[in-house]
């Protein structure tokens, strides 16, 4: 029933286009049983021979109106009726959309991409095929139906009727029983299709790292069983389809030689006329229709029904972040932060990831975030975005509780570098320009600031390269750049980079984080990072640990504390010194080696002169022999 409600709401919204199509597919059911009684009326008319040539004309005349009669009409309520279908499968689409771009990072977290687009694809095809052409096929076999017998009842015979009603009623028992069996049924397919679709589309997008660990043949297994899945829950679809429909067959075959006998019978003795007995074959063949019809009716309700479900279970997931009604009517910040006692579980989670964390940040600082895999970072971030919720007054910006300032303005004030630094299948021109002004002058400013446009303009299309999918034509470095450049784009008064700058060398490091000074005055800057060399100075250092601020400060007031950021300071200089020593070793190996295989070319070269003079010596004293 609640099924029923959803998408009702819908079929409401084009109810006039259902109405003139409904009404248009009626008359031309209406219609279509005026073509019996034509042809019976020149069949009597003939064999009493009280009809001549001119009626004859006159009726085929008024056969062809009525055929021109059901053309317009069947193009009218296909227009009306598979036209609101198709609007009512845009409209569901693009609300799904809407609603799966408020729903909360959470969400993604636990439902597959996959399983997410076999509901914008399969499902959504199949809830259309139940509010067009089931609905069609409902109301045509139920008036045709209804109109069919009562003139097989009122023009031909009662007793013949009768004999082709029976059928109908045990086909339709069978079909009520059909139908459930069919829904459950095909809720299975669904899943496993969806299943196969994540699979799939999760391969694709690992295939790097499925060649690289040589796993093709593995992928190809659990692939070819994912799919064997699919296949058996198609087969059980399949299979009460193959027994149902041809049982139909035969049951309505049986109903029209039962009735041509018993019905040539009743003509031969004069219970019917032989124009009568035509019409009555040609009702049967009209009957024919509505049974077939009605079975394929409760296929495509009970594959909607199971579809619309799972629909529905989308739009029934309510967002966990949302304005709330009493938001600040704010539009701008300026970029002061505050964490106050901040502590955040995430769902699922016992222990909180964030504990007790307190902290100013004013508008125009620098703050720098280090600490271990795991401790909190981009949680910490993304609470600023309001990708998860914080408890009340735990994070302030202005001075306002963040739960207090609307969605729009919060993140329109942020710009944010991830750590997946995602590239859209487009041009780096648009890319660069995502969510701001496509300002040539504009993108290359944020593009030198970057340190990306040197790049970008040796490429053979510049900034009209297309990068692939996800930015694969791009090398690490030149996405992460890339990222940077569509962040300062924006020029807000907040700016956070998470371990943005892991995959560029230190020289092109160090030239960023010039650019983000200058360009930055007066406005936050939050950045996350494992390298020290890139915090080192940052105006504000936090040391995350085990969820927690361990300490607090600038780099020299972190040195001289000899705590954990030393302890990171010193294990990184030491790692940089063996790096350094292992590099000039290997330079000066390298060297060394250059210089014996040169040496070693000298004496050989040498070696071979000398031989060839022994050579010529040697045969011009055994000329001077001969």
């Keep these: 029933m609640s099924s029923f409600k959803f998408i009702w709401q819908y079929i409401k919204r084009h109810k006039w286009r259902y109405i003139c199509g409904l009404i248009t597919l009626f008359i031309v059911d209406f219609a279509n049983l005026y073509i019996p009684k034509l042809t019976a009326t020149v069949t009597d008319g003939l064999t009493a021979r ?48 809407e609603h799966l771009e408020d729903m909360s990072v959470e969400y993604y977290n636990e439902h597959k991409t996959g399983d997410l687009m076999t509901r914008f694809t399969s499902d959504l095809n199949s809830t259309r095929m139940s509010i067009g052409p089931a609905i069609i096929s409902a109301f045509d076999a139920t008036v045709m139906a209804v109109m069919v017998i009562c003139q097989m009842l009122f023009f031909v015979d009662v007793r013949l009727t009768m004999m082709a009603i029976v059928p109908m009623i045990l086909i339709s028992v069978g079909e009520l029983y059909y139908g459930k069996i069919i829904r459950v049924r095909f809720k299975e397919r669904q899943e496993a299709v969806s299943d196969l679709t994540d699979y799939v589309q999760e391969s694709f997008s690992g295939v790097r790292v499925i060649k690289s ?188 509780d963040i739960n207090m300032i609307p969605l729009k303005t919060l993140r329109e004030n942020i710009a944010y570098v991830p750590q997946d630094n995602f590239l859209f299948s487009d041009t780096l021109r648009h890319n660069i320009a995502f969510g701001a002004d496509d300002s040539m002058e504009d993108i290359e400013k944020a593009t030198r600031a970057a340190c990306i446009h040197d790049n970008i303009i040796t490429f053979p299309d510049g900034y009209e390269t297309i990068v692939g999918e996800r930015g694969v034509t791009l090398s690490g470095g030149q996405k992460q750049r890339s990222s940077i450049a569509r962040a300062l784009m924006k020029e807000s008064p907040i700016l956070i980079l998470d371990d943005s700058l892991s995959a560029v060398d230190t020289d092109t490091e160090e030239h960023i984080l010039r650019n983000l000074k200058e360009n930055r005055k007066d406005k936050t800057t939050i950045i996350i990072a494992h390298r020290i060399s890139t915090i080192q100075s940052a105006d504000v250092i936090m040391v995350l640990e085990d969820g927690k601020a361990k300490e607090i400060g600038n780099h020299a007031e972190l040195m001289q504390l000899g705590g954990i950021y030393k302890d990171m300071f010193d294990k990184q200089q030491l790692e940089a010194q063996i790096g350094e020593k292992r590099a000039a070793f290997e330079k000066e190996s390298e060297a060394e080696l250059s210089h014996y295989r040169k040496s070693g070319s000298e004496v050989a070269s040498k070696m071979s002169s000398e031989t060839r003079d022994e050579s010529k010596s040697e045969l011009k004293s055994e000329g001077g022999l001969v």
């Design 50 to 97: 009280n009809i001549d040539m001119n009626g004859v004309w006159f009726y085929i005349f008024c056969i062809l109106g009525v055929g021109a009669i059901i053309a317009l009409g069947r193009f009218l309520w296909r227009y009306f009726l598979f036209g609101a279908a198709r609007s009512i499968e845009k409209e569901i689409r693009n609300e799904m959309f």
């Design 213 to 400: 660990f040589v796993r093709e043949r593995a992928e190809l297994r659990a692939f070819a069983k994912a799919n064997a899945n699919a296949k058996g829950k198609n087969l059980r679809v399949i299979k009460i389809q193959t027994v149902v429909m041809p049982l139909l067959d035969v049951i309505i075959g049986l109903s029209s030689l039962v009735t041509l006998i018993y019905g040539g019978y009743l003509a031969l003795t004069g219970g019917i006329t032989l124009g009568r007995f035509i019409a009555f074959n040609q009702y049967i063949n009209m009957l024919v229709w509505p049974m077939l019809a009605c079975g394929d009716a409760i296929t495509m309700f009970s594959q909607g029904a199971a579809s619309i479900k799972r629909i529905q279970d989308v739009f029934d997931e309510k967002p966990e972040i949302f304005d709330r009604d009493d938001v600040d009517d704010v539009e701008v910040l300026k970029g002061d932060i505050t964490f106050n006692h901040l502590t955040f579980t995430h769902r699922g989670s016992v222990e909180p990831t964030l504990k007790d964390i307190n902290l100013d940040i004013r508008a125009g600082t620098t703050l720098a975030v280090i600490g271990r895999t795991g401790n909190g970072k981009t949680t910490l971030v993304n609470l600023l975005l309001h990708l998860y919720n914080a408890k009340p007054d735990m994070i302030l910006i202005d001075g306002r």
